[in-house]
């Protein structure tokens, strides 16, 4: 299992008065599920992307396994990491299962690897094979799509995921399903998993911690659910 360190993290966007994260500091422990609740606009997206290093702190350091995140090479970042969003963003001129594939195809998986993977990523996701395979994205609704930018991130088997308001569009039962298939990752793989909702039912169900942020991610709690419901 992989640890998650924010140093001192800062990010100002342009010049910005406020920045978007103001000098946060937190350690993500190997093989927990944490979440982050926070009003909107209070940085939550901006943390899971310099994490994932889609865009880079204007200060401050990120830890990732003990090793500095703006040290890995994109395929260190492919097997590392993992990355669900809300706006899914597939690639719409691909199939489902080439979508599914990417990630593994450039990390040079052969092509009966890549298949069988994407076979039991769609079930996971609840999503028959032969039904969605060789669909196309514009040919799924929204919490379909967001079904198959999880079995996306999860597909390379990443030990960290990072999980950014993943399920908003998903029916309540699938929800529930799929929020029960990241507690089992967590719990029998060791996944370090990091995890945004706007829900606290959702925080409290799933986390090992939740982060309570405030203003420029500023973190008001950071403990147990049991000991934040206890406040
Ligand atoms: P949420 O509140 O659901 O996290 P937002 O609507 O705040 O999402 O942001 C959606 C996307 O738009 C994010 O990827 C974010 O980086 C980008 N974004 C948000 N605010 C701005 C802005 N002022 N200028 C440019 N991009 C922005
Ligand atoms: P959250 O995910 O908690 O809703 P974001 O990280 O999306 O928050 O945004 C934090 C702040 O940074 C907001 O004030 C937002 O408007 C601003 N912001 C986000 N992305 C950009 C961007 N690309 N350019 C300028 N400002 C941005």
Same mark, same amino acid.
């Given at each position: 299992?992989?640890?998650?360190?924010?140093?001192?993290?800062?990010?100002?966007? *342009? !010049?910005?008065?406020?920045?978007?994260?103001?000098?946060?500091?937190?350690?993500?422990?190997?093989? %927990?599920?944490?979440?982050?609740?926070?009003?909107?606009?209070? =940085?939550?997206?901006?943390?899971?992307?310099?994490?994932?290093?889609?865009?880079?702190?204007?200060?401050?350091?990120?830890?990732?396994?003990?090793?500095?995140?703006?040290?890995? !090479?994109?395929?260190?970042?492919?097997?590392?990491?993992?990355?669900?969003?809300?706006?899914? =963003?597939?690639?719409? /001129?691909?199939?489902?299962? %080439?979508?599914?594939?990417?990630?593994?195809?450039?990390?040079?998986?052969?092509?009966?690897?890549?298949?069988?993977?994407? %076979?039991?990523?769609?079930? &996971?996701?609840? &999503?028959?094979?032969?039904?969605?395979?060789?669909?196309?994205?514009?040919?799924?609704? =929204?919490?379909?799509?967001?079904?198959?930018?999880?079995?996306?991130?999860?597909?390379?088997?990443?030990?960290?995921?990072?999980?950014? %308001?993943?399920?908003?569009?998903?029916?309540?039962?699938?929800?529930? !399903?799929?929020?029960?298939? &990241?507690?089992?990752?967590?719990?029998?793989? *060791?996944?370090?998993?990091?995890?945004?909702? /706007?829900?606290?039912?959702?925080?409290?169900?799933?986390?090992?911690?939740?982060?309570?942020?405030? !203003?420029?991610?500023?973190? &008001?709690?950071?403990?147990?659910?049991?000991?934040?419901?206890?406040?």
């Amino acid at each position: 299992s992989v640890e998650i360190r924010l140093e001192e993290v800062t990010k100002r966007y *342009g !010049n910005r008065a406020e920045p978007a994260v103001d000098a946060v500091s937190m350690t993500i422990p190997a093989g %927990e599920l944490v979440v982050f609740v926070g009003p909107s606009g209070c =940085g939550k997206t901006t943390t899971m992307k310099m994490i994932n290093r889609l865009i880079e702190p204007t200060s401050g350091r990120i830890l990732i396994g003990g090793r500095d995140a703006s040290s890995l !090479n994109p395929d260190e970042l492919r097997r590392s990491i993992g990355y669900a969003i809300q706006q899914v =963003g597939l690639f719409p /001129h691909l199939t489902v299962a %080439e979508n599914i594939g990417v990630v593994p195809g450039l990390l040079g998986w052969d092509k009966a690897r890549i298949r069988s993977r994407t %076979e039991e990523m769609l079930d &996971l996701v609840g &999503l028959e094979s032969g039904e969605f395979f060789g669909r196309y994205p514009r040919q799924l609704s =929204g919490g379909q799509q967001q079904r198959v930018g999880v079995a996306r991130a999860l597909a390379a088997d990443p030990p960290v995921l990072l999980m950014d %308001e993943p399920f908003g569009a998903v029916d309540p039962i699938t929800r529930g !399903n799929l929020q029960d298939e &990241l507690m089992r990752l967590q719990a029998e793989l *060791g996944k370090t998993i990091v995890f945004v909702t /706007h829900d606290f039912d959702e925080a409290v169900k799933l986390g090992d911690r939740i982060a309570v942020l405030g !203003n420029q991610s500023k973190i &008001l709690q950071y403990d147990t659910p049991e000991a934040i419901l206890a406040n």
